[in-house]
């Protein structure tokens, strides 16, 4: 088995010469590969080798309270000690004051070495983020602190049994109770809602305030800390760890809030507005660890298919079936990359909103699916070997599965693009995307896929059912994104540190270019 490796070269090629990441006020490039660099052997050497016995071993429920895998405490400890936590808090409240660029970083890295620590870290700086945004100055001096040391983890409590993508059904109910709140419900899918690794969790929890009737209007954002301040434990409790395809050591929770005590983030009935800061962030980093994934099963198979042999001495990767095959892998990670980093910079930068919403689910959308068919391609260049746990290319399939359903399923994301985004502000979202599309160099590839886009938007604009096409069209733009980011590859190939492969993976995308034609016939046949 391959030892996890972080691809710091590829991370900082597409931030430095692919995205323009520059282009941030605060972003500094030299400080980015530092802190990358470290990252990167801190992950490599504490978190990634507790992942596969982490797998093996995976959470508990005793005596209702959970336990995680032995070795995750000592990580998280070391995690915490060396200041990972608060990397993007402000430096007010004992953070880095570091911007999201370098959090989007370690994220990606994180996942690849472990998406269950990941997923046990990661929803903390979107915590902060949120009182940030939302809370009083009295909530940020009591909230912010113990998150940015590592005592607290933060996790979002949104789901519930019938009330998924669909938050206008949520029942959990929150009470006014003097200068508090109570809270009491049961809320399910919550990522480490409960775990042994820190003091204490700041559960964000959506709770129904208003009226049935009012739907997502009628909800409110609330903080729920597992420890009140006397020390003794709120009125939340684990109900059951769900039994999972993947992320074993990653305790999916249900929870029961029987009369918790909590405090009112924002204003009532701005619950979901507030949420929006979390899961916006959210969806990029899961588009990211769908990019980790695909990283490290080309990582792996690469390694197996050099030292593979078969036929006359030669090793399988150079065989051109098994050639494809790893390209194609690593043309999914490296265009995903990209595509998620241009998401990113241009959020960070606040310039474009509308590029930003429309980019958002696309990358989510894009990028999961790219995390599985590039787990089900390495596993066929293993041929056996990756249908065993041998070499772990199956965990990769397994953990990464679930991102095309969290945050939003790929579908529901498909629905929102070709319905919602199509009809706001007249298309200012797809607008934005075709100014962002005709801005770049040109390239036979990217004008087959845009002129393919444009003749099915203007097919969607005349009122054409979106539900059965929608997810051909996600497809189709995500194409033509794709197509987009590689002329920028290709065009930076001499700085990165391999342009050879660069420019025989850039070859590889080009020929694809065909595939848009077959989406929109899709689209349009009908």
């Not at 903390?124 to 983890?153: H, N």
């Not at 990358?363 to 070499?391: D, F, I, N």
């Not at 801005?439 to 539900?467: M, V």
Request: net charge negative.
């Amino acid at each position: 088995m391959k030892p996890f490796s972080a691809p710091v070269d590829d991370i900082l090629f597409s931030l430095n010469h692919v995205v323009g990441a520059e282009r941030l006020e605060h972003y500094d490039a030299e400080l980015t590969a530092e802190l990358t660099g470290h990252f990167a052997a801190f992950a490599e050497g504490v978190i990634a080798p507790i992942d596969e016995p982490g797998d093996r071993e995976g959470a508990r429920l005793i005596d209702g309270r959970v336990r995680l895998p032995q070795g995750y405490k000592d990580a998280f400890t070391a995690f915490a000690e060396q200041g990972w936590s608060g990397l993007t808090a402000p430096e007010e409240f004992g953070g880095q004051g570091l911007d999201g660029v370098i959090g989007a970083v370690v994220s990606e890295i994180e996942s690849g070495a472990s998406q269950a620590f990941n997923m046990l870290v990661d929803l903390t700086p979107g915590s902060i983020r949120t009182v940030l945004d939302y809370g009083t100055d009295d909530q940020k001096a009591r909230f912010i602190p113990p998150m940015v040391e590592g005592r607290w983890l933060g996790t979002m409590c949104l789901t519930e049994p019938g009330a998924g993508s669909d938050l206008g059904r949520v029942r959990t109910r929150a009470v006014a109770d003097g200068d508090g709140w109570k809270i009491s419900g049961e809320k399910i899918f919550i990522s480490g809602g409960d775990q042994d690794i820190s003091e204490g969790i700041f559960h964000l929890v959506l709770a129904r305030t208003g009226a049935p009737e009012d739907g997502v209007k009628g909800l409110s954002l609330f903080a729920c800390p597992s420890d009140l301040a006397d020390g003794t434990r709120n009125a939340v409790r684990v109900t059951r760890i769900e039994e999972k395809m993947g992320l074993h050591a990653q305790p999916t929770c249900q929870l029961a809030f029987d009369g918790a005590s909590a405090e009112l983030v924002g204003v009532e009935g701005g619950g979901l507005k507030a949420m929006f800061t979390l899961m916006n962030h959210a969806r990029i980093e899961v588009a990211l660890q769908g990019v980790a994934h695909a990283a490290r099963a080309w990582d792996i198979a690469t390694a197996y298919a050099a030292e593979r042999v078969q036929g006359r001495e030669m090793t399988i990767d150079q065989h051109g079936d098994v050639r494809r095959m790893l390209d194609e892998i690593d043309a999914l990670a490296l265009g995903g990359r990209a595509m998620t980093h241009l998401a990113l910079v241009t959020m960070e930068a606040g310039d474009d909103p509308w590029l930003v919403e429309f980019l958002t689910p696309v990358v989510k959308a894009h990028c999961s699916e790219a995390g599985m068919r590039a787990a089900e391609t390495a596993m066929q260049v293993l041929g056996g070997y990756g249908y065993l746990e041998e070499y772990r290319v199956s965990q990769i399939y397994r953990d990464v599965r679930i991102a095309a359903i969290y945050e939003g399923t790929n579908g529901i994301h498909a629905m929102g693009v070709a319905g919602r985004l199509l009809r706001l502000e007249n298309g200012a979202a797809f607008d934005a995307f075709a100014r962002f599309v005709e801005a770049q160099a040109a390239s036979p590839g990217l004008a087959r896929g845009y002129a393919a886009w444009k003749t099915a938007r203007a097919h969607l604009e005349t009122g054409a059912d979106a539900g059965p096409v929608a997810a051909a069209f996600l497809r189709l733009t995500a194409r033509v994104l794709e197509q987009a980011m590689w002329v920028r590859i290709l065009a930076a190939a001499d700085h990165h540190p391999d342009p050879a492969r660069i420019r025989r993976v850039a070859a590889l995308v080009a020929r694809q270019a065909g595939r848009a034609e077959a989406d929109l016939f899709e689209i349009t046949a009908g």
